[in-house]
């Protein structure tokens, strides 16, 4: 496991303790699920991106019909 040091404004930084304290998580915690739902959204982009540049229409949307059911689901 990493250590990682960050700035923020002041705001940002006791909004975010806030909602932390919230959901009664840790900041840590709080900053993994974070990111964990961030880089899950850019894997997604950067697999429909790759999935779009092949020209073939029907693997693309059906990355979309996965992401529509995860919605739903």
């Given at each position: 496991m990493s250590t990682l040091t960050?700035?923020?404004?002041?705001?940002?930084?006791?909004?975010?303790?806030?909602?932390?304290?919230?959901?009664?998580?840790?900041?840590?915690?709080?900053?993994?699920?974070?990111?964990?739902?961030?880089?899950a959204a850019w894997d997604t982009e950067s697999h429909f991106r790759a999935v779009a540049a092949t020209g073939d229409v029907r693997p693309a949307l059906a990355v979309l019909d996965r992401l529509d059911a995860a919605d739903r689901a």
């Open positions: 960050i700035r923020l404004p002041n705001d940002t930084a006791a909004r975010l303790k806030a909602l932390a304290r919230r959901r009664g998580q840790s900041m840590n915690k709080l900053i993994e699920e974070l990111s964990a739902q961030t880089l």
